[in-house]
């Protein structure tokens, strides 16, 4: 009697979780996902103000998606933001897998150093060297050129090691072992064992690097000037005091064409992130 | 031409850590050609890295080895010519089983016959072939795969990936790996220890096998005393970084050299009682006498004329041994300490056990009174009406004989019987065993007198 007494309660308990956790989560998706919703809605308005009497728009139009390619420099901003992640994810897909490389496979004096040394770097914010960055990057021509910001993105890259190195650090000794007795030399063992073996950790570190130019305002902000912009420092003035209620909606349709790009990657490789973070998480 | 006794050849091979721990110590030995040697002892004992500094995977810190003649000492692992089976496979997992065996093809370079153009052997004016240094070509990769995949049984897998595998067979994918090349030497590190235990048996006898059908030069490592006995064409028990002894497995089976030799090869291990020897009759502690054909005794007291002197020849020199090595210790530590390094051979734990040994022994020789360690075998005790009594403290049955617990000579000893009758606790059995079975150790040195 006393068992299924406690029995009952268990379930009653039970329920009571399920009802509160999933709750929980409800309200944290819905809190998530409304300012998009609503930045997707406001993108096919018509009013082009940020001010409305109404949360959603009264009339549809895909007029806003037109005019962003026809009368502004929306296109220019995007190729611009294109070309530096193509080109920083295959650069720092490189130097971040070579460096991991490196330090996983082999023993050299002051690699530990260097290691420790990087960490510690890491934990200070990038833009912390923002002005130094700036006056080293005036010296050398580079303000003003998609150029300069993808040399302030893949010159610093190798430093981020960690996660790759951490997936580099399951691949058993015994394996560098056999390499080393069937004479293979490094560069072919590098691309015919090690690459299919960490492929999971080189999309994660692709799709991150593909990420971040988009994303990017503060640096991109200082190094670019009006004409060369990248899609971050563009729509950001749209929403500036002068522009913000006649392009609002202009940055909402620019905001949603460039989500869609990195949702689709994101969705399309989420099972080689998930599989990289938690490599980089046990193993780190 | 390459003396064929000494086809690979260690001489005074030494290990030394970066933590200064001395691994392997005055390794010594020659191989023939077609031997199978295994390398057995304890775990930490150094075979491993014997081993491995063959292989060429390990610096030899000092010594050195010549494989065909030729100092190896500084040759990369490829142009020594040997190929080596990892305890763990070792298999590359992102490739099929067919590539994981070509690979190392693939990167090898041999003397192989001249090709012409349509791929035909180029011919001297004898007719013979022209062999010249080149890569293989995709058809020969095949055929060899293919022979070694027959031989191995692993035809019909070469198309799946390592982990699509059983252990046994994955074991089989790294001895194919392993004889593709058909290196002179072969080394394998403990292959079979992942495996269960039936499997091993039966790998046991098909590594013999290979190793008969491909006429390499093998050797093994493993801590399995049956492994050394059943594979071996000739066994070095190794313990702490020293080789204990060389032997054939019987030579070792039945002349042990030492205690730690005695007790590690053999299952059950050797009964070791500790006894007086007075003349030609061994007295234990409970009053129990076991009495020689001879008298042994003037054999016992050359022994130990022999330690003696020989331990007093190299003191000097067993101290400036112990003392270097607690230096390379220090220094390899050195950043966690600030003093400077002492030496002090008057309270140094080693040398005293040293100094000790010698004045024992010399007390030994003038007391005329040797403490010596008996030991026999439990499959040397047999049953025998004539023979004195015991009775069982436990017994285990293991099928057709049992493993008997009873007290011999004031120590609790193992005896291995046949399963004739059966034999519980408290059981009297009568048990008696031939003299030239009789082992007798110097428990000081711990070596064998007889």
Not at chain 2, 25 to 44: C, M, Q, R, Y
Request: aromatic residues 12%.
């Amino acid at each position: 009697m006393a068992k299924t007494k406690k029995e009952a309660s268990m379930k009653r308990n039970r329920i009571i979780d399920t009802i509160w956790s999933n709750g929980l989560l409800i309200i944290l998706a819905l809190v998530w996902i409304i300012p998009i919703v609503w930045v997707i809605l406001a993108s096919f308005s018509t009013q082009t103000e940020f001010m409305t009497d109404s949360v959603f728009p009264k009339e549809y139009t895909i007029d806003n998606y037109v005019r962003l390619f026809t009368e502004t420099d929306y296109p220019i901003w995007i190729g611009n933001t294109a070309l530096i992640a193509v080109t920083n994810t295959v650069l720092t897909t490189l130097f971040t897998v070579l460096t991991a490389y490196a330090l996983s496979r082999f023993r050299f004096k002051m690699r530990k150093l260097f290691m420790n040394i990087t960490l510690i770097l890491g934990m200070f914010p990038g833009f912390m060297s923002m002005v130094a960055v700036y006056f080293i990057f005036n010296m050398m021509g580079l303000i003003d050129s998609i150029w300069g910001l993808l040399v302030y993105y893949v010159a610093g890259a190798g430093l981020g090691f960690f996660v790759c190195k951490g997936y580099f650090d399951t691949i058993p000794k015994d394996i560098d072992e056999a390499i080393h007795m069937d004479g293979a030399p490094h560069i072919v063992a590098f691309i015919r064992v090690y690459l299919p073996l960490i492929m999971p950790i080189i999309i994660y570190t692709a799709l991150l690097a593909f990420m971040a130019p988009w994303a990017d305002y503060i640096l991109a902000g200082i190094l670019l000037s009006d004409t060369n912009r990248t899609v971050a420092v563009g729509l950001y003035e749209w929403m500036d005091e002068y522009h913000i209620n006649s392009y609002f909606t202009l940055f909402a349709a620019g905001s949603t064409l460039v989500a869609i790009p990195i949702t689709a990657l994101y969705i399309s490789l989420q099972r080689f992130f998930v599989e990289g973070i938690s490599a980089g998480a046990v193993k780190g | 031409m390459v003396d064929t006794n000494k086809f690979v050849s260690l001489i005074n091979v030494n290990k030394f850590y970066d933590n200064g721990m001395h691994a392997v110590t005055d390794f010594n030995l020659d191989i023939a050609k077609n031997e199978f040697i295994v390398f057995v002892g304890p775990s930490g004992c150094g075979k491993s890295t014997t081993l491995r500094m063959i292989a060429g995977l390990e610096d030899i810190s000092g010594g050195e080895l010549y494989i065909e003649g030729k100092l190896a000492n500084d040759l990369e692992p490829v142009d020594r010519d040997v190929a080596m089976v990892f305890q763990s496979y070792a298999l590359y997992p992102n490739m099929t089983i067919y590539d994981n065996m070509a690979f190392p093809l693939e990167m090898r370079k041999d003397m192989l016959p001249l090709l012409d153009k349509d791929g035909n052997p180029v011919l001297d004016e004898k007719g013979e072939a022209k062999l010249v240094l080149r890569k293989y070509t995709k058809g020969e990769i095949d055929t060899r795969v293919k022979e070694a995949a027959k031989i191995l049984e692993i035809s019909d897998q070469l198309n799946k990936k390592p982990k699509a595998l059983s252990g046994g067979q994955r074991q089989r994918v790294a001895l194919g790996r392993a004889i593709v090349r058909k290196s002179k030497i072969l080394l394998m590190d403990e292959p079979l220890s992942n495996l269960d235990a039936k499997l091993r048996v039966y790998m046991r006898s098909e590594i013999v096998r290979l190793h008969e059908a491909t006429d390499s030069t093998t050797i093994y490592v493993t801590h399995d005393q049956t492994e050394a006995m059943t594979m071996a064409s000739r066994i070095v028990v190794m313990s702490k970084g020293f080789v204990q002894q060389i032997g054939t497995p019987e030579e070792i089976y039945r002349h042990p050299a030492n205690k730690f030799v005695a007790s590690f090869i053999g299952s059950p291990a050797m009964n070791f009682v500790d006894c007086i020897m007075d003349k030609n009759v061994l007295r234990f502690s409970d009053g129990h006498e076991v009495t020689l054909e001879t008298s042994i005794i003037d054999w016992v007291k050359k022994f130990y004329t022999e330690q003696l002197a020989d331990h007093k020849a190299n003191e000097a020199k067993f101290i400036e041994e112990r003392r270097a090595q607690l230096e390379r210790e220090f220094k390899a530590q050195k950043h966690l300490r600030k003093k400077e390094f002492k030496f002090d051979e008057t309270t140094d734990k080693e040398v005293i056990k040293y100094k000790e040994g010698i004045a024992k022994m010399e007390e030994l020789i003038k007391t005329h009174n040797y403490p010596l360690i008996f030991g026999i075998r439990p499959e040397a005790m047999k049953e025998d009406e004539k023979g004195d009594e015991y009775e069982v403290l436990l017994s285990e049955l293991l099928g057709d004989e049992y493993y008997v617990h009873l007290m011999f000579g004031g120590k609790e000893c193992l005896a291995k019987v046949p399963a004739e009758k059966k034999i519980t606790k408290g059981t009297k059995i009568k048990l008696s065993f031939s003299l030239d079975k009789v082992h007798l150790f110097d428990p000081i040195t711990e070596k064998a007198i007889f």
